[in-house]
């Protein structure tokens, strides 16, 4: 059974706290992501990593930087948290499928964080 | 911009009702297709995926979709509902011509099936 875990399943930061989030993967898959799930929106893409110390901006990276220094960890950075970063984050982590594409992404429990 | 349609946000159900949740994406390439599921206190998993081959995808708890090219959708369906089946249910597309990496979610349906 693939397993993602996260640090934290809930957290509570202050303005311009430095935040991390940790996630960790068991099955050697060379993708990993970080997204954000808000209400109404679904689940929006913050960054993602191919190999170690690969990276490539999501759709919404402002805020947010990653380190993938190990192929099984995944650290999301939130330099200077805002209020709006308040939000469940999940990590997901998935093989490479066929022609190369990410294939199906097992997730973590998901880290709601709040900043207050 | 791409994006995945997903028409109903709330939807309530008797047991014993069919479902279809609708799915429409705006991409014109080759896609990937995918389903998942998130349980009331569970991680998000994995429903059905569709990459080729027969366009209808059978999944697990007897789910299928299908998907129509020429329609950009890829509905979800299941005959006759059970109350174990309350979940908010989302609808993902990974474009292959991006580098085939990144997912684009629906916003997700809730759905809500009275025992």
């Known amino acids: 059974d693939v397993k993602v875990t996260q640090s934290s399943r809930y957290l509570v930061k202050r303005t311009g706290e430095k935040v991390f989030l940790e996630c960790v993967q068991d099955m050697d898959h060379e993708n990993m992501f970080w997204y954000r799930q808000d209400p109404g929106l679904g689940l929006r893409l913050i960054y993602f990593?191919?190999?170690?110390?690969?990276?490539e901006k999501g759709d919404i990276p402002e805020g947010y930087s990653v380190s993938r220094e190990k192929k099984e960890r995944f650290s999301l950075i939130l330099e200077s948290a805002s209020t709006n970063q308040t939000s469940m984050y999940l990590c997901?982590?998935?093989?490479?499928?066929?022609?190369?594409?990410?294939?199906?992404?097992?997730f973590g429990p998901g880290t709601r964080l709040t900043v207050l | 911009a791409q994006s995945v349609s997903q028409h109903n946000h709330h939807v309530i159900l008797s047991e014993a009702a069919s479902l279809e949740l609708g799915c429409n994406y705006s991409y014109g390439g080759t896609v990937n297709l995918f389903w998942y599921v998130q349980y009331p206190g569970q991680h998000l998993q994995l429903l059905l995926k569709?990459?080729?081959?027969?366009?209808l995808v059978k999944g697990i708890k007897g789910f299928e979709a299908e998907f129509i090219k020429s329609k950009f959708s890829f509905n979800l369906r299941k005959p006759s509902v059970q109350w174990s089946d309350t979940a908010e249910y989302f609808c993902?597309?990974?474009?292959?011509?991006?580098?085939?990496?990144?997912?684009?979610f629906g916003a997700g349906t809730r759905l809500f099936v009275k025992a």
């Open positions: 990593s191919y190999d170690v110390k690969m990276k």
């Open positions: 993902a597309v990974i474009p292959l011509n991006t580098g085939g990496f990144k997912t684009i």
């Open positions: 569709y990459f080729s081959g027969d366009p």
């Open positions: 997901a982590s998935s093989s490479l499928g066929l022609a190369g594409a990410t294939d199906t992404q097992y």
